[in-house]
């Protein structure tokens, strides 16, 4: 199972960016999906969840700016970020909930983490 992350890049404060994270493999199930983020020198901090029925929620620093989605079809999270300041640059890294179907024909549940993509947002 693999968690591939993308569409991070540079903007300017008040801009938008709209990251995708996309889940491949042999999964059965998908259950949460998060984005999560760490900027230098700070601990790795939750940005937003979304459940497999679409129950989003998020931390305080991005509501009202940070909508997270995902298309259960595609097995993609997204992540559209809008008014965006200097204080969300970091990486940002996808995470989720997996089942899969192991060589063994065996259901293993994991914690999957994508590679990690960066926002910076200059001022």
């Known amino acids: 199972v693999q968690l591939q992350a993308s569409g991070g890049g540079s903007v300017q404060t008040g801009g938008s960016l709209r990251l995708s994270c996309a889940a491949s493999g042999n999964t059965f199930r998908i259950d949460d999906m998060r984005w999560y983020r760490q900027a230098p020198g700070k601990e790795r901090e939750l940005v937003a969840g979304?459940?497999?029925?679409?129950?989003?929620n998020y931390g305080d620093s991005v509501k009202g700016r940070f909508t997270i989605s995902r298309d259960n079809a595609r097995k993609t999270v997204y992540l559209q970020m809008n008014s965006l300041k200097p204080e969300d640059t970091a990486v940002y890294h996808c995470?989720?909930?997996?089942?899969?179907?192991?060589?063994?024909?065996?259901?293993?549940?994991?914690?999957?983490w994508g590679q990690g993509t960066l926002v910076t947002v200059s001022s």
């Open positions: 995470n989720a909930d997996v089942l899969y179907l192991n060589y063994a024909e065996e259901y293993v549940a994991v914690k999957a």
């Open positions: 979304i459940t497999s029925g679409g129950t989003a």
